[in-house]
């Protein structure tokens, strides 16, 4: 937590201010800081295009495989 020093008549015009806002003096003096624009989340789309960038060529799969290959080791 950060303390700040202001005058009396500074704190009475915030305390006004946030009343007037419905807001807390916290909330009212966070809603004055900017925050850091975040990146956009990417899509789907693009997750998986870089998904398949990244991904390297093996041999297709045989026109039969199943789950059982997968599990072959177990009953």
Request: hydrophobic share 35%; proline share 9%.
């Given at each position: 937590m950060v303390s700040i020093q202001i005058d009396?008549?500074?704190a009475t015009t915030l305390q006004r201010q946030a009343k007037d806002a419905g807001l807390s003096v916290a909330d009212y003096l966070r809603s004055l800081v900017p925050t850091a624009a975040l990146p956009?989340?990417?899509?789907w789309d693009?997750?998986?295009a870089e998904f398949v960038a990244h991904?390297?060529?093996g041999p297709p799969l045989p026109s039969d495989f199943s789950r059982a290959d997968i599990y072959s080791d177990r009953d």
């Amino acid at each position: 937590m950060v303390s700040i020093q202001i005058d009396e008549q500074t704190a009475t015009t915030l305390q006004r201010q946030a009343k007037d806002a419905g807001l807390s003096v916290a909330d009212y003096l966070r809603s004055l800081v900017p925050t850091a624009a975040l990146p956009p989340r990417p899509t789907w789309d693009e997750i998986e295009a870089e998904f398949v960038a990244h991904s390297t060529a093996g041999p297709p799969l045989p026109s039969d495989f199943s789950r059982a290959d997968i599990y072959s080791d177990r009953d």
